[in-house]
């Protein structure tokens, strides 16, 4: 009985479950231990005290260091995160296919200095990069406030207080938003009537022009007939800084930067690959159909190359906002720098505020996937 | 004729460009080809004269104070003031030969266990004592003592190792220790038959690969003594090697696992029914197999894992990256940080490229391998 492999296989899994259990057991006791032993006590009570530490750079919520609490700094630091993290992503992805498909081109030169940009920056260490923008680019050369590079007046403003742009605002911003969702979910029925209409009667309608117009036409009429004004508000000088406007502070813009230049070489050879991935034989069969270039680049090649790209580039939008938490070497006030850095030097509430913050990127990571999954499923070749 | 016949005959017909045909057929051939030519020619002629006269022709190379460089070009002579401290960080400068020797038998043994001329016998022997053997006199000759026996005459302890060196022991030490346990974590998630231990594995893995690397070493950092018992102390090197150990762990577990699944079937039935137990199988038919599919997945974890040591100078350890940056902060050597980073940056390029190279070259030869 005790060499039947049924018998060993249960005895490993119970004797591994038991290992995990006295494993934990041991760190929880060592912890209660060694925080007894150094006066520390455990919960998450502290999120309520006030944090009392200056933020640099909170764009979502209004921060005064004498009201909120620590559970603030916490919100700060992830929304941060969340932006950067997205506004990465949004670059990187136009950089990588720009750059992707310069490194395929027919032209000998615009190919080679592609690949020149993707081997030399993605044998980089990303953490050299960021810090190469903040300490040795942006702090020794932007100027001073007083001395600020400014361009078409104030539209734009440059200083080592960050880059400035005006901010649209005024009562009439949330009917453009609304605007701008209905006009999205027109949209999305108009190309589904456009599309059925195809298949019935073999009529094609222009559905990117149409579209276009709708998300033209509708949020302008919204916002000329409803009683709310949009305004532009301009960087102003003041005595000691720049105030107003929408404005990149120069940690972001490095952090930024780095993240885009990146992770942007990695998509470049993500999308060059999926394309590589499309035989010729496919674009060759569709052109025989008659189908148009942009036809066969929209219909045949792209689709497909898609299913190729899809998967990897979800695991580089995930390291992309997990490489965003390096934001604590420049003090951009992201999650890992706030909450995990300045918030955790005050309280010490080391155990806490690690697996929060933990919790916070595995969340991020899961919601990113299972989104990218989805996609994936949807766009999946159906084999029969 | 035949075609070989033919082939051979009129091989001097075939059109084969000249330099004037290859530049109009690569570079001038439509319109938007032209301007394409001529707009990449511009931004090469923006960025390449003003680098080349900053990084060579304009830079400053003799001398040995920063009163002989100005602020115009690079100035390399303070790099050459300062290499010692970016290559080894705080290591006695009198007992530099000991990293220095340790960096020999590294590229000795490497080039061992790289190099495809020697016999693969030879290479895989080579490549065992580098896995087994050189990490224990590595650490024996940088630190003096093994296992409390003092060998060398000062002990150097970790803390004042440092650059290259320490950058080297991190990545190194990290894939050799992570090794073992990522192929562990694989073969558990792959195991059908026992699902504690698979969801164990894949839980394991998904949470190191979930959380970035910054997170593990905080939690190294200040939160693993807080976890063993009073009185465990481990100094700052082992605290983060562990933090990447477990971290990088996770990411071999998955490019085994790709090995494994790309195994055929074939080969664990025919392992099945010559009645092999499960580790005779493994160690004799599948691992074998698997893992020398992934051999270039490995190198790019490897390139991976030496970009990302440079994380543990934002927990205060002098790695390359902390040490060349470190030494712009010297009152002597004020401003001449683009030439740290240049520099930094190069030494790092250098490593990950040529690894990044060979891993292709080897994926090329295992492709037609097959």
């Known amino acids: ?33 060694n925080m007894a032993a150094r006066n520390m006590t455990a919960g998450f009570g502290f999120l309520e005290e006030k944090a009392g530490f200056p933020i640099l750079f909170s764009p979502f919520i209004e921060y005064n260091a004498a009201i909120n609490s620590y559970f603030d700094t916490f919100l700060i630091g992830f929304g941060n995160t969340v932006l950067v993290s997205i506004l990465g992503i949004i670059t990187a992805t136009i950089v990588g296919l720009i750059f992707g498909v310069a490194r395929l081109s027919q032209n000998w030169l615009v190919a080679k200095i592609a690949s020149v940009y993707v081997e030399v920056f993605r044998n980089i260490p990303l953490l050299l990069q960021i810090t190469f923008w903040y300490f040795a680019i942006m702090i020794p050369l932007l100027p001073s406030p007083r001395q600020s590079f400014t361009l078409g007046g104030d539209w734009f403003v440059m200083n080592n207080r960050g880059f400035y742009v005006p901010e649209v605002t005024g009562d009439g911003l949330s009917t453009l938003l609304y605007a701008l969702l209905f006009a999205f979910v027109l949209i999305y029925f108009f190309v589904k009537w456009a599309k059925k209409k195809q298949a019935e009667s073999g009529t094609v309608l222009p559905k990117f022009w149409l579209s276009l117009l709708i998300l033209i036409i509708v949020p302008t009429i919204a916002v000329v007939f409803s009683s709310g004004n949009l305004e532009l508000v301009f960087p102003e000088k003041g005595r000691f800084a720049w105030r107003g406007g929408w404005v990149v502070i120069p940690e972001l813009a490095a952090l930024w930067l780095a993240l885009t230049i990146y992770t942007g070489t990695f998509i470049a050879e993500n999308i060059r690959g999926g394309i590589l991935a499309v035989s010729k034989g496919q674009t060759e069969a569709a052109l025989a159909l008659g189908l148009s270039r942009s036809q066969t680049l929209r219909l045949v090649v792209i689709p497909q190359a898609l299913r190729v790209i899809i998967p990897p580039q979800t695991s580089q939008y995930l390291n992309l906002t997990k490489n965003s938490s390096l934001a604590a070497a420049v ?40 989104c990218m999954n989805i996609y994936n499923s949807r766009m999946k070749l159906r084999e029969r | 004729m035949t075609l070989q016949e033919f082939n051979h005959r009129y091989q001097n017909l075939q059109y084969r460009p000249g330099a004037v045909g290859w530049v109009f057929k690569n570079l001038l051939s439509s319109p938007f080809n032209i301007l394409l030519t001529f707009g990449a020619l511009y931004i090469l002629y923006l960025i390449i004269p003003t680098s080349l006269n900053w990084l060579i022709f304009d830079s400053y190379w003799e001398g040995e104070s920063s009163q002989d460089c100005n602020f115009d070009a690079a100035c390399w002579v303070f790099i050459k003031a300062r290499f010692n401290t970016i290559i080894y960080g705080f290591y006695p400068q009198e007992h530099l030969w000991r990293p220095n020797l340790v960096l020999l038998l590294l590229v000795i043994g490497l080039s061992f266990v790289l190099i495809d001329r020697f016999s693969n016998k030879l290479r895989l022997r080579a490549g065992m004592v580098m896995l087994f053997a050189f990490p224990f006199v590595a650490f024996a000759i940088l630190h003096g003592s093994l296992f409390g026996v003092e060998i060398f005459d000062p002990i ?14 991190l990545s190194l030490g990290g894939i050799v220790l992570c090794f073992p346990l990522g192929i562990l974590l694989a073969l558990g998630r792959q195991c059908k038959t026992m699902p504690v231990v698979k969801y164990v594995c894949i839980w394991f893995i998904e949470f190191w690969r979930g959380v970035p690397l910054i997170t593990v070493l905080f939690m190294a950092a200040v939160m693993l003594p807080l976890l063993l018992p009073e009185g465990t102390e481990f100094d700052k090197l082992s605290r983060a090697l562990i933090g990447i150990v477990l971290f990088e762990a996770a990411y071999i577990a998955e490019v085994v696992r790709g090995g494994l699944q790309a195994l055929p079937k074939g080969q664990y039935e025919a392992a099945d029914s010559l009645n092999f137990s499960y580790w005779k199988q493994t160690n004799l038919i599948i691992l074998p197999q698997a893992l020398k599919l992934v051999i270039p997945g490995i ?17 205060g350890m002098w790695d390359l990256l902390n040490s060349a ?44 391998e097959r």
Do not use: H
Not at chain 1, 4 to 26: D, G, N
Not at chain 1, 331 to 336: K, S, T
Not at chain 2, 347 to 357: G, H, Q, T, V
């Open chain 1, 1 to 33: 009985m005790f060499s039947s492999l049924k018998f060993r296989q249960y005895a490993i899994q119970i004797f591994l479950l038991l290992a995990l259990v006295i494993f934990f057991l041991f760190i929880a006791n060592n912890a209660e231990e």
């Open chain 1, 331 to 370: 003090g951009y006030p992201d999650l890992v720098s706030v909450f995990a850095g300045t918030a955790l030097n005050q309280v010490g509430r080391a155990i806490e505020i690690i697996s929060m913050t933990m919790l916070v990127y595995l969340t991020l990571s899961l919601t990113i996937s299972i």
């Open chain 2, 299 to 315: 190198v790019n974890t490897f390139i991976a894992l030496l970009k990302d040591t440079s994380l543990v100078s934002i927990v």
């Open chain 2, 325 to 368: 940056i470190g030494s712009t902060r010297d009152p002597n050597w004020i401003g001449y940080i683009i030439e740290a980073y240049v520099f930094a940056g190069a030494l790092y390029w250098l490593l990950c490229f040529s690894a990044s190279k060979y891993s292709q070259r080897l994926e090329k030869k295992l492709s037609t």
């Open chain 2, 156 to 169: 150097v302890r970790t803390e004042q190792w440092g650059g290259l060196v320490l950058t080297l022991v």
